[in-house]
């Protein structure tokens, strides 16, 4: 018995051993908003880097708000950085104005490039990376492919619209409450030349309230399929079928507009790339889920991607 006990502690201390993360951690302040977690690799000498921007929302560098938690972002960054690729994530400008309490009103879609491009220069300066690449997540990829259209060595989109926003936002509108749609419809018509507007029903005060006008606007300046098709870069379009958010047209929207770009869809991986094998409900709950595992294929297509 004592033999057993002796075998199976050695099993468990080298299981543990084999799960010590190969990276070191450091916490930067990159400007006066920016601040974000580096994981170098050990023992690798002058690695490649991918910096990750985070979707729409308060999200900070892990992929969590304050109501849901999932450790998406942050899985992410580990488990590429175990594979020998340093990877820096940051929390977005309005994590850290909601926490000192002096949010920005004002606040544009232009000030999240204006980071990322930061961001970016930051680490190219240090000259300590043999490339860089940006990964962008959801709102993430438009806000990377246009940081990284001069600056990058190779992008990464991870379930991005290919839509401009404002057709996006008329969309899901239109699945969700059909005799809403033309009404949103108008809205972003107007909203697309640049003029605000109050005429909108309330059950649309949340998406269009004349704070975030301004905002939306900014937004919809950009059109994802005309920013990905100037990239001269390599690029990687991921998409899962299970995403609740962003179907796997938006993706081939993406694919169609620069052809040299590859394209993955990943089986059953849904907006925060857990695995679901269920319905809707299952997937839903998984945004506030941690304690699940990210897709190994979504992980494995972003390290080969970045080793070719």
Do not use: C
Request: glycine share 6%; charged share 25%.
């Amino acid at each position: 018995m004592k033999y057993y006990l002796l075998v199976l502690s050695f099993l468990l201390a080298s299981l543990s051993f084999s799960q010590e993360p190969r990276f070191k951690i450091e916490d930067l302040t990159i400007t006066k908003w920016v601040d974000g977690t580096l994981l170098t690799p050990i023992d690798v000498d002058k690695p490649s880097l991918v910096i990750i921007i985070a979707g729409s929302g308060p999200t900070d560098r892990n992929g969590n708000q304050n109501f849901l938690k999932n450790n998406s972002l942050k899985k992410l960054a580990e488990s590429i950085s175990n594979k020998g690729i340093a990877s820096f994530r940051y929390d977005k400008r309005i994590v850290k104005q909601i926490r000192k309490g002096d949010v920005d009103k004002d606040i544009m879609f232009d000030d999240f490039v204006s980071d990322a491009e930061g961001v970016i220069n930051y680490f190219k300066e240090k000259e300590a990376y043999s490339k860089i690449y940006v990964i962008g997540h959801s709102q993430g990829s438009l806000v990377g492919m246009i940081a990284a259209k001069e600056n990058a060595d190779g992008f990464i989109s991870l379930a991005g619209a290919g839509q401009n926003i404002g057709d996006v936002i008329v969309d899901q509108v239109t699945k969700m409450a059909p005799k809403l749609g033309e009404e949103a419809q108008k809205v972003v018509d107007k909203l697309k030349k640049g003029e605000t507007t109050t005429e909108y029903p309330q059950a649309l005060a949340s998406v269009f309230s004349l704070d975030l006008q301004p905002f939306m606007i900014n937004w919809m300046q950009y059109n994802p399929t005309e920013i990905i098709s100037e990239l001269k870069i390599p690029v990687l379009i991921v998409n899962g079928t299970k995403d609740l958010q962003v179907s796997e047209e938006e993706a081939q929207l993406l694919k169609d507009a620069n052809e040299d770009a590859e394209l993955k869809i990943i089986e059953n991986m849904n907006h925060v790339f857990f695995e679901i094998k269920g319905d809707d409900l299952e997937n839903s709950k998984s945004y506030n889920e941690a304690f699940r595992s990210i897709s190994t294929e979504l992980v494995d297509a972003i390290v080969a991607f970045i080793n070719a």
